[in-house]
């Protein structure tokens, strides 16, 4: 017997290898959020627009996205070591040359090459952590960490961002990543278990490109709508694309033998449920973290390391709270996890709304760590309730599935509160400053008016963020109806 097979792993090399796999993993979670602390420092020293910037921060979401639902099939035909080996490489050489990057194009271009690393990295992470955990329980904790893993990083991009602003120049976001990646390029060849490749998998990269089309067109529809300035024939243009991405995507599947998504997958609601509770966690999440950082730098005077650690408050609990949730689903069940969790993130958030004008900032950030408990509970266990509740002959796709729903979350609420930020601030700030949300608080004479311009709409954006969590609370209270304690039940539709 191969002396790495999973079925001869001690415990101790088991959770050591999640350790690797996790490490690999806190940089794609960091990726998605480190760059919103260095929006500004991107603005001074490369000359961006608003929306160079919102493109630098959407085209690794945006990528990682489109391409996940391909990379999982990938990986069972070549074989998941190899293709988490290929991504971490990828995903370096994105690094390298997006800390270099001379021009804001290029640098969304490397920020495209890191989405295809992580989008190849990611599936089979999650696919070797199945493979290499055996016990169910022992299962249902290593995801709980995988995800409170992803979760953390992005929730410590901001102050990892700011840390690193603080003392070195702005592409030290990027080549923090490059020791990282080589460091885990050789403890998988030295401890991972051996590559399983199934050469009789099907694989589709023009179902991917058909995907990534059809979220390409959805994200420039939302940027444009809520420009105040829109191009009538951008907004179509994109909305056109967008459409006729996702007919040809829908249509190609019917015709594969083996889809890269088969919609039959969605008629369990408890992997239904852990989807919703994916992308909405990371949707009000993400929203919150962006908003916040850009508001204390922007509005606030914080430096980027001072917003950074506000925001990363969120990550204090999230990781013991999803520790927790995984330890305690089989006694719990999902619903006070999951949808109990989006009421202490509605809550939490609902308070920070309360709280933002306080003389003092503790209650602020008090609030801060209730949103970090409710998104680990969330969280903890969302994973679980996708990979559990699908068949074993769609595990692959069921790892893409989970795996997109986060970035999608992540996608598409950069899209749509970076867009509404300006639009609210445009409606209440002075006609001489109204087009400028970056610079506005700097005018010498409207500076306080743009100010208090800056803060209504963050404080908007919070009310829009406390609806969506408690929605959310609702809607998956229906989809895990009887409590179930485990994803593979078969509960009643």
Known sequence: MNPRSPSVFTSRQRWMFLAVISAALFLVGADNSILYTALPELRDQLGTTPLEGLWIINAYPLVLSGLLLGTGT??????????????????????????????????????????????????????????TFTDVRERNMAIAVWMSVAVVGAATGPVLGGLLLEFFWWGSVFLINV?????????????????????????????????????????????????????????????????????LFIFRQRVLEQPLLDAQIFRSRIFTGGVVTAAVMMFVVAGLELMTTQRFQTAGGFTPLQAGALVATVAVPSIPAALLGGAFLHRVGFIPLISGGFAVLSLGIGLAWWTFRFDSLVPFIASLLLVGIGSGFASSVASTAILGAAPLDKAGMASSVESVSYEFG?????????????????????????????????????GPAAIAAYDDAYLLILLILTAVAALAAVVTAYCFRGNPKEAGVDAPQ
């Not at 988490?84 to 800390?99: C, H, N, P, R, T």
């Not at 969304?108 to 190849?120: E, P, Q, S």
């Not at 401890?191 to 050469?199: G, K, Y």
């Not at 899209?415 to 010498?444: I, M, R, T």
């Open 179 to 247: 020791p990282i990646a080589l460091a885990t390029l050789l403890a998988v060849v030295a401890i991972a278990p051996p590559n399983i490749p199934n050469p009789h998998k099907q694989w589709d990269l023009v179902s991917s490109i058909w995907a990534m089309f059809a979220m390409l067109g959805m994200v420039t529809a939302i940027k444009e709508l809520a420009n105040p300035n829109r191009a009538a024939w951008l907004l179509i243009a994109a909305t056109v694309v967008g459409l006729i991405g996702l007919l």
């Open 410 to 446: 992540t996608l598409i609420s950069v899209a749509v509160f970076g867009s509404l930020l300006p639009f609210f601030y445009a409606l209440g700030a002075p006609d001489a400053v109204a087009g400028d949300v970056d610079h506005g608080v700097e005018h010498p004479v409207h």
């Open 74 to 131: 990938l990986g069972d035909r070549i074989g998941h070591r190899l293709m988490f080996l290929v991504g971490v490489a990828i995903f370096g050489l994105g690094s390298l040359l997006a800390a270099f990057s001379p021009t804001a194009w290029l640098l969304i271009a490397a920020r495209g090459l890191l989405g295809v690393g992580a989008a190849t990295m990611m599936p089979s992470s999650l696919a070797l952590v199945r493979i």
